[in-house]
C-alpha cells in the first residue's frame, strides 16, 4: 500500500510539473524564436532528469518491497517448554553447555515442543575476554531467578525450564521427558506473531490472550535470537577455543503487562545490525508470570 499510494502522489506530482514546462513556451514565444528554443531545450533536459529520478526511486522501492517476506506463528493445544542456559564465553565450564543446547535441535524438540534461549551474561567480562554476546539485562534476568528462589548468588552456565532449576543428569538424559511432561499440560496462553522480515528490519506484531483471572498478572517477553555463531576466543579462560552457538539471544524486550481482559496487541521493530545473518534469526515470545516464573505459553517464529 505504501508504494502505491508512493507511486501515485509522484505521478500526480510529475504530471503538474510536466504541464507546466510543457506550457512555459508559449510564454515566451512573442520575446524571439531564439529564447523560444532555449526555452525547451532546458524544459527538456529537466524532463528527462525527473523522469529518470522517479524511475529509480521507483526501481529502489520495488526491490525493496520483493525483498520483504512476511510469516506467522501460533501456539497450539499443547505447552512449548522454555529452556533458558545462562553462560558466558568468559566462563571455561560453559562451552559444554553451550554445545549440549545446540543438539537439542537434531533431537526434533525445537519449536513444537521446547524453546531453548542462551542468554550471554556480563559478569565473566573482566576476565579477559568481554563476551560480544553478553548483555547487562541477562545478567540482571538470571540474578531476578536467583531472588524469586531466596538466593543471593548466580552461577554458570545455569540451566532453568518453564522458570525453575533444571540440572542435567550424569548418566540418562531426561529433557525429552521433562520437556513432553510440560507439553502435556494446557496452555494457559495463546500467542500470535505476525512479522515483517526486510534485509534491515524486523517488524512484528506480537498478539496474546489468557483465560483464567490468575494469569492475567502473566507478562509477555519477545525475544530475537540467533543460530550458527562461531567465536574465536583471543583471552580470558578459554582463550585459543573456537566456541560455536546457538539460540543466542540478541534482543529481549523489557517485560509487557496484558489489559484487564487478559490480552494484549504488542508491535516491535528491531533493527538488524550488520553482524548479524538475517537467515539464522528469529523471533520468540513467551508469557511468564513475575511471582512464580511459570511460564504459560512459548512460540518461535521465523521468516525464510
Known amino acids: 500500500m505504501k508504494v502505491a499510494a508512493t507511486n501515485k502522489y509522484l505521478r500526480q506530482a510529475f504530471v503538474g510539473k510536466e504541464k507546466f514546462y510543457q506550457n512555459a ?8 524564436y531564439l529564447r523560444l528554443n ?54 571455561s565450564s560453559c562451552p559444554p553447555a553451550d554445545k549440549w543446547l545446540s543438539k537439542l535441535s537434531a533431537e526434533k524438540l525445537v519449536p513444537g515442543a521446547l524453546l531453548p534461549l542462551a542468554f550471554h551474561v556480563d559478569y565473566w567480562n573482566y576476565l579477559g575476554w568481554s563476551d560480544p554476546f553478553s548483555q547487562a539485562k541477562f545478567s540482571d534476568r ?7 528462589r531466596g538466593a543471593s548468588f548466580v552461577v554458570t552456565p545455569q540451566l532453568l525450564l518453564d522458570g525453575r532449576g533444571y540440572q542435567r543428569p550424569l548418566l540418562i538424559e531426561d529433557i525429552d521427558s ?19 522480515q526486510t534485509p534491515n528490519q524486523i517488524d512484528a506484531r506480537v498478539e496474546v490472550r489468557v483465560a483464567d483471572t490468575d494469569a492475567r498478572q502473566a507478562q509477555v517477553f519477545v ?11 583471543k583471552a580470558g579462560e578459554n582463550k585459543g577455543a ?34 548479524w545473518k538475517s537467515r539464522d534469526l528469529h523471533l520468540a515470545a513467551f508469557v511468564q508470570h513475575p511471582r512464580s516464573g511459570e511460564v504459560l505459553q512459548a512460540l518461535s517464529s521465523a521468516c525464510r
Do not use: W
Open 25 to 32: 513556451p508559449a510564454l515566451v514565444i512573442k520575446t524571439g
Open 38 to 91: 532555449k526555452t525547451m531545450s532546458n524544459t527538456s533536459l529537466k524532463i528527462r532528469a525527473r523522469c529518470a529520478a522517479t524511475a529509480l526511486f521507483l526501481m529502489l522501492l520495488q526491490i525493496a518491497n520483493a525483498s520483504a517476506v512476511e510469516c506467522s506463528a501460533a501456539s497450539g493445544e499443547q505447552r512449548v517448554a522454555l529452556l533458558e542456559l545462562y553462560t558466558s564465553e568468559g566462563c
Open 142 to 148: 538470571q540474578r531476578d531467578y536467583s531472588k524469586r
Open 223 to 233: 525475544a530475537l535470537y540467533e543460530n550458527n555463531l562461531v567465536t574465536s576466543v
Open 242 to 275: 573456537l566456541l560455536k552457538h546457538d539460540f543466542v539471544v540478541r534482543e529481549l524486550s523489557n517485560p509487557v503487562a496484558l489489559d484487564g481482559d487478559g490480552r494484549l496487541t504488542h508491535d516491535v521493530s528491531i533493527r538488524i545490525a550488520p553482524q
Open 178 to 196: 521433562k520437556a513432553k511432561s510440560i507439553n502435556r499440560l494446557a496452555p494457559r496462553a495463546s500467542i500470535r506473531i505476525n512479522q515483517v
